[in-house]
């Protein structure tokens, strides 16, 4: 090999290693960006692509200055805790009624439990009662990432256990809201006990890949590929996860369960035309809501009692 071809192959494996480190770069950069619990989400949430836009966050800051804001000052709960599969302490708020009849409530992206005290505050007075967990990395719940509603179906299917387990007799709805939907898809996929009974899921997202693709476009005007492979391979070194399987739309083929599909027609952060492909992909006794004007996670404000009543309706129907 003559001196002139060892330069151009070093210099080649130079640029190709750069490359590589860039990507890599990238892709941890991603992946803190949105997934690890401690990194700021103010990239995320402030982005003009997104503008008049409410993550999940910021939409519990919204109905804090609603007549539920009292929500957990006024009505008992207990603190209860159970171990994830993967030995993470998992915590969630408990409101006793009346009654078998439980609603299971999931939040959103980087927020918590106590944070959907409007909706817990709707089934409350409806009577019944309700489990209102932590998801992993969010709240009270150990972990140091966000699962994106993946691991979490596992850790929610734990909850509709220990729910079983204290009432043999309980009958459970799920309900959840944009990365909360997501995780009630996902959990709707997997065999579940004959008390689950039906599933309300309000603006989620197709499968994680899908919503990230979409996050890239819009925010920084970058392909998917190869930066969502890198960040996909991070992903799975650092939270044992893969976006390729985290596929609510995959979930709802195999679902059982009668659900109700609600989202905003104006929705921009997970993109409208989700509805349709998770409705239309879903096997199970279904129906959908389309809330005008409602941009994400605002249908339950800007729908108002046309959201309940639909809601309440749907439940009816597969209650005894």
């Known amino acids: 090999m003559g001196k002139k071809t060892k330069i151009a192959l070093t210099g080649s494996l130079t640029m190709l290693a750069a490359g590589i480190g860039s990507l890599f770069y990238a892709g941890n950069y991603l992946y803190n960006l949105a997934l690890n619990k401690q990194a700021n ?71 918590e439990g106590k944070l959907m005290h409007a909706s817990a505050k709707h089934f409350y007075e409806q009577g019944y009662n309700l489990l209102l967990p932590d998801l992993r990395g969010h709240g009270q719940s150990e972990g140091d990432y966000i699962a994106m509603g993946w691991l979490d179906r ?24 944009s990365m909360g939907a997501a995780t009630v898809m996902n959990v709707t996929g997997e065999k579940l006990p004959v008390n689950v009974i039906a599933a309300i899921e309000d603006c989620g997202f197709t499968s994680t890949w899908e919503m990230f693709s979409y996050q890239l476009k819009e925010m920084y005007n970058l392909p998917s590929r190869p930066f969502l492979d890198i960040a996909n391979i991070v992903t799975q070194i650092r939270a044992g996860y893969s976006f390729g399987k985290a596929e609510a739309i995959e979930q709802v083929k195999k679902s059982t369960t ?63």
């Open 154 to 177: 596992l850790d929610i299917i734990n909850w509709i256990k220990y729910l079983i387990d204290n009432d043999s007799k309980v009958k459970i709805i799920l309900y959840g809201v």
């Open 41 to 111: 989400k103010d990239a995320i949430f402030t982005n003009p692509s997104t503008n008049n836009q409410i993550p999940d966050k910021d939409r519990t800051d919204i109905n804090k200055k609603g007549d539920s804001s009292n929500f957990f000052d006024t009505i008992h709960y207990q603190d209860v805790f159970l171990d994830s599969d993967d030995g993470l302490k998992l915590h969630a708020y408990q409101f006793l009624n009346y009654g078998h009849d439980y609603v299971i409530i999931v939040h959103g992206y980087t927020s």
């Open 258 to 320: 009668p659900t109700l599909f609600i989202h905003g027609d104006k929705d921009r952060f997970v993109p409208f035309k989700m509805l349709n492909q998770l409705y239309q992909s879903a096997n199970c006794p279904k129906e959908k809501l389309v809330i005008k004007g409602a941009g994400h996670a605002q249908c339950e404000k800007i729908g108002g009692q046309v959201y309940w009543s639909k809601i309440d309706s749907f439940i009816r129907k597969y209650q005894d």
